[in-house]
């Protein structure tokens, strides 16, 4: 079972700051299979990344991933407030086929 | 604009099943698998299972003795029944569609529904 594990499990930053998210996985995992969520408190999970770094539809530019095998980020360039919100990855594949990580939650400093 | 609605009882009594539908609006449940997601009050998401209209499906090994999910193609809905519940499975639980063009993310989800496992 791939497990994926992503830190700080908080991140407390500024509007405007860089913020940069980690998710490493305990397998190699196919770039691209690796997906970012957004979920912020009281609504569904939003996609945001898929493949590791193709930005979904409507996805602003400041978001952007990387990375490959077991070590994959999230950056968002300059953070703005509606972009406080807790952060997944995911991977698809191996069995069990969907598994997310614990995620990390990027607050207001 | 695909949408996805769940339905079903908020309050399930210990040792029941616990039954969802997801109905799917905005395109046809025959392009895609559709998957179940849970999150328990204040943690992160696991995934349940996935379906295609074709029946096929895939669980977590950690639910897969309790799980099942069907789909009725003529309603474009999808159904999870969790048997044996206890308290541990008090979650919102979410449905969602995996897009295999985007690299088979989950690019739509239902608001989700909240489901109290108590008597």
């Known amino acids: 079972e791939i497990v994926l594990t992503q830190s700080p499990g908080t991140l407390s930053l500024s509007p405007g700051e860089r913020a940069t998210l980690s998710c490493r996985a305990s397998?190699?995992?196919?770039?691209?299979?690796l997906i970012w969520y957004q979920q912020k408190p009281g609504q569904a999970p939003r996609l945001l990344i898929y493949g590791a770094s193709s930005r979904a539809t409507g996805i602003p530019d400041r978001f952007s991933g990387s990375g490959s095998g077991t070590d994959f980020t999230l950056t968002i360039s300059r953070l703005e407030p509606e972009d406080f919100a807790v952060y997944y990855c995911?991977?698809?594949?191996?069995?069990?086929?969907?598994?997310f990580g614990g995620g990390t939650k990027v607050e207001i400093k | 604009q695909v949408q996805l609605q769940e339905s079903g009882p908020g309050l399930v009594k210990p040792s029941e099943t616990l039954s969802l539908t997801c109905t799917v609006s905005g395109d046809s449940i025959s392009n895609y698998y559709w998957s179940w997601i849970r999150q328990p009050p204040g943690k992160g998401l696991e995934w349940i299972g996935y379906?295609?209209?074709?029946?096929?499906?895939s669980y977590n090994p950690s639910l897969k003795s309790r799980v099942t999910i069907s789909v009725d193609t003529s309603k474009n809905q999808f159904s999870l029944n969790l048997s044996s519940v206890t308290a541990a499975d008090t979650a919102m639980y979410y449905c969602a569609r995996h897009n295999p063009v985007l690299w088979w993310c989950l690019d739509f989800w239902g608001q989700g529904t909240l489901v109290t496992a108590s008597s």
């Open positions: 379906i295609h209209y074709s029946g096929s499906t």
């Open positions: 397998q190699t995992v196919s770039s691209s299979y």
């Open positions: 995911q991977q698809y594949g191996r069995s069990p086929r969907v598994t």
